[in-house]
């Protein structure tokens, strides 16, 4: 295949007159073309006035001598695998999130019929829970946003964008697109699924799965792990429902156990794999109007017809602290995101076509181990739950989250009116002020913060803007420790994923599923 030259679209058009007006700009017939496809799709929005798409176009072509002055499309290719397993146990998966779903995808497909553990319901049962959660305000403490089939990744935005640079980057998208994903996330220069299309995506790609010799097991926690001379033995479920145990002689277990999963923390504590606490960030939601994002990244003049704009931003402190946005949402909703009674836990979600009134995203803060007392790896956790207490209570202990404006906020006073921004969180919202439950730091760290944001996003710090609270699980607060072959201190464990800390998001998760998986193929025995 060969790469045509960039070409900038200015008014709105099909992509076969994209393509037609491409060849045409370089003197191509398009009789000499077997095939096209777009490489890469992205907005230009630097000069407001000129607001442009980017187009990379790719094509086959009958005589490639012909066109020996185009670039060739290099496309990444997976390395070269050497499976040595020779077992007869299966591996066991604990977790269904990405991390979990893609190990378990490598693992059916080279016939070692795996076993995952989930202690959430499958996708479709889950989202019955989530919706009574919302309506009603009934927690489901084992089937909810955080737990259940796709992991917390399910109910969000769906993004797809990562900082790493991996060979299975590519693969983890044409797999998402084998399923059911929208196969415009191949080339777009921020591709994301939305929620709607991951709930049919996950039961494919589950199905997919058993057909080549996996066993789901939902509704069943992992509450035990049995070893022998530093190696994994065993491990022991238990339904949800009937508390009945079951166990599963293995010698590999992948723990994809998800960034909310506090008692498996403990538990892989009280067994002897390595914890370490880590950083992570706590915060708020901040939501806008949609129309005002893109207002401000967009500008007034284009005619295009572009997707909701979305945003990224970073601010460092004169104190050390830093303040960035995190899980942006356009055209979104902020979602009831607890998984502890009595709890509220926020976090933001957007369906494909990111067609709601609302922009939100996460404005966090950055949180060390220095910041909170004892020696416990696990403290982190206690410092994220005492907050999502405290959320709680303030939201008036019916999960009812608290929220306030920019503008009280920034003045350090109580919200007793809502402006033109109206909340999109479920089950509903009580006025307050957030300073009174956010550590000082926090608070005064997002205060520089957002009037930072606003002279680099024109409105981020609009008065009726509204800020839930509060945003605490957008990262693991401990990591697992393994090694070069990704193993834990106990043989046969395989940390994998956001829970374990080595990952942030469902693309980074799900490459870590591959890359646990293809270490346990890659090793004839443990």
């Given at each position: 295949?060969?790469?045509?030259?960039?070409?900038?679209?200015?008014?709105?058009?099909?992509?076969?007159?994209?393509?037609?007006?491409?060849?045409?700009?370089?003197?191509?017939?398009?009789?000499?073309v077997l095939s096209w496809e777009i490489l890469k799709k992205s907005v230009d929005a630097r000069k407001k006035n000129d607001v442009c798409l980017i187009y990379s176009i790719g094509i086959r072509v009958k005589n490639k001598n012909n066109y020996s002055h185009l670039e060739k499309v290099v496309k990444p290719t997976l390395p070269s695998l050497s499976y040595k397993r020779n077992s007869s146990l299966s591996p066991v998966i604990v977790g269904a999130g990405p991390a979990g779903l893609f190990a378990a995808l490598w693992l059916a497909e080279a016939g070692t019929k795996p076993i995952i553990l989930e202690q959430g319901k499958t996708v479709q049962e889950r989202q019955k829970d989530v919706d009574n959660f919302l309506a009603m305000g009934t927690l489901n403490p084992f089937s909810n946003i955080q737990f259940g089939e796709g992991g917390a990744g399910t109910f969000s935005d769906g993004k797809l964008t990562t900082g790493i640079h991996s060979p299975f980057c590519h693969a983890v998208l044409e797999t998402f697109v084998k399923f059911g994903a929208p196969s415009s996330i191949l080339y777009e220069s921020k591709p994301h699924i939305g929620t709607d299309n991951l709930v049919v995506l996950l039961k494919n790609m589950r199905e997919y799965i058993q057909n080549k010799g996996g066993t789901f097991y939902?509704?069943?926690k992992a509450v035990d792990f049995e070893t022998k001379k530093g190696k994994i033995t065993s491990v022991i479920g238990e339904n949800v429902r009937d508390q009945k145990k079951l166990m599963w002689e293995t010698d590999c277990i992948i723990l994809a156990i998800g960034h909310s999963s506090r008692d498996t923390f403990q538990k892989a504590m009280d067994i002897g794999l390595?914890?370490?606490?880590?950083?992570?960030?706590?915060?708020?939601?901040?939501?806008?109007?949609?129309?005002?994002?893109?207002?401000?990244?967009?500008?007034?003049?284009?005619?295009l017809k572009l997707p909701a704009a979305d945003y990224k931003l970073a601010y460092h402190s004169p104190s050390g602290r830093s303040c960035y946005t995190f899980c942006m949402c356009p055209g979104g909703t902020v979602m009831a995101s607890s998984s502890d009674l009595g709890t509220i836990v926020t976090n933001g979600m957007s369906k494909y076509a990111r067609d709601g009134i609302n922009a939100n995203s996460a404005v966090l803060v950055n949180v060390t181990p220095d910041d909170f007392p004892g020696n416990s790896p696990l403290r982190g956790c206690i410092f994220q739950r005492q907050l999502e207490e405290k959320a709680f209570a303030l939201g008036g202990s019916n999960y009812f989250a608290p929220v306030q404006r920019v503008e009280d906020f920034l003045l350090n006073r109580p919200t007793t009116h809502?402006?033109?921004?109206?909340?999109?969180?479920?089950?509903?919202?009580n006025l307050c002020n957030l300073t009174t439950i956010l550590p000082e730091f926090v608070s005064s760290t997002l205060r520089e913060g957002i009037l930072y944001f606003d002279r680099k996003l024109n409105g981020f710090a609009d008065p009726d803007a509204l800020l839930t609270g509060v945003e605490t699980r957008s990262s693991s607060p401990v990591r697992i420790l393994r090694n070069e072959q990704l193993m834990a201190n106990i043989k046969g464990i395989y940390p994998c994923g956001e829970g374990a800390g080595y990952a942030g998001g469902i693309m980074s998760a799900a490459v870590d599923g591959i890359k646990c998986a293809t270490a346990i193929l890659s090793t004839s025995s443990i």
């Open positions: 295949m060969l790469k045509l030259p960039i070409i900038k679209i200015k008014q709105n058009m099909p992509l076969e007159s994209i393509v037609k007006k491409a060849l045409q700009k370089n003197n191509i017939q398009a009789k000499d939902f509704e069943t390595s914890l370490v606490p880590k950083n992570f960030s706590v915060g708020v939601r901040i939501e806008h109007l949609q129309e005002k994002i893109n207002e401000a990244q967009w500008g007034t003049k284009t005619s809502l402006g033109n921004v109206k909340p999109t969180y479920l089950p509903g919202v």
